[in-house]
Every structure is written in structure tokens, then in C-alpha cells.
């Protein structure tokens, strides 16, 4: 199953890379998790700034601000909710103080 995980840390100001030895730590353990097919992908986000909410309600569409950071995402491959909760846990053990939000991807048939 496939699941999606958006990272929202707790500090830090938004969009500043990490330290050298802290990309080092996050690189190996994306290597780790590649390696092993829990990782599929994973990819920084850009700061709130540079992003837009866009909304339809009753058919009148409005544009605004980004209301929540997040710093990142990552697709995973686990065979269950409880096992994309522990890669979750496992990432933040490295990534430091933050959420993540773990959600199941809904895989639908070929049309």
C-alpha cells in the first residue's frame, strides 16, 4: 500500500536548509529506506510563501496564502497503517520536532 507522509517541523525558519551533518543523517536514511522499497520518493517543499490555497465554494473560487507549513513529503511503500506509522516515527527521529501527517493513498484501477 502506498501512503503519504507531509512534514511539518516545529521550528526552525521556514525554507532554511539543514545543517551539513543533519542532510548527511536525512540522506542516509532516505538511502536506507530506498534500499529496503519503504521509500519511494521523498522531496523538500518550498516555503509557504511561494505557494497559494485555491478554493471552490458554490462555484466562486478564491485565492490565498498557504495556511499550514509544511517542510516536505514523502511516498512510502508499507504493507499497513501501523507500519507507515513506525517509517513515520523513524523519520522524525532523524528530521527532529515536528508532525507528520500519514495518510493511505486510495490506488484505483487501471480505466
Same mark, same amino acid.
Given at each position: 500500500?502506498?501512503?503519504?507522509?507531509?512534514?511539518?517541523?516545529?521550528?526552525?525558519?521556514?525554507?532554511?536548509?539543514?545543517?551539513?551533518?543533519?542532510?548527511?543523517?536525512m540522506?542516509?536514511?532516505?538511502?536506507?529506506?530506498m534500499a529496503?522499497g519503504?521509500l519511494?520518493g521523498?522531496?523538500?517543499?518550498?516555503?509557504?510563501?511561494?505557494g497559494?490555497?485555491?478554493?471552490?465554494?458554490g462555484?466562486?473560487?478564491?485565492? !490565498?496564502? %498557504? +495556511?499550514?507549513?509544511?517542510?516536505g513529503y514523502? @511516498? #512510502?511503500?508499507?504493507? !499497513?497503517? %501501523? +507500519?507507515?506509522?513506525?517509517?513515520?516515527?523513524? @523519520? #522524525?527521529?532523524?528530521?527532529?520536532?515536528?508532525?507528520?501527517?500519514?495518510?493511505?493513498?486510495?490506488?484505483?484501477?487501471?480505466?
Amino acid at each position: 500500500m502506498k501512503y503519504l507522509a507531509l512534514w511539518r517541523p516545529e521550528s526552525g525558519e521556514e525554507g532554511a536548509p539543514p545543517s551539513p551533518e543533519h542532510m548527511q543523517e536525512m540522506g542516509a536514511l532516505t538511502h536506507e529506506m530506498m534500499a529496503k522499497g519503504s521509500l519511494i520518493g521523498t522531496e523538500p517543499l518550498a516555503p509557504r510563501a511561494s505557494g497559494a490555497r485555491v478554493r471552490n465554494a458554490g462555484g466562486t473560487m478564491t485565492v !490565498s496564502s %498557504e +495556511e499550514v507549513r509544511m517542510a516536505g513529503y514523502a @511516498f #512510502l511503500n508499507a504493507n !499497513s497503517r %501501523e +507500519e507507515a506509522i513506525e517509517l513515520a516515527k523513524t @523519520f #522524525l527521529g532523524v528530521a527532529g520536532d515536528g508532525v507528520c501527517e500519514v495518510r493511505q493513498v486510495v490506488e484505483m484501477p487501471p480505466r
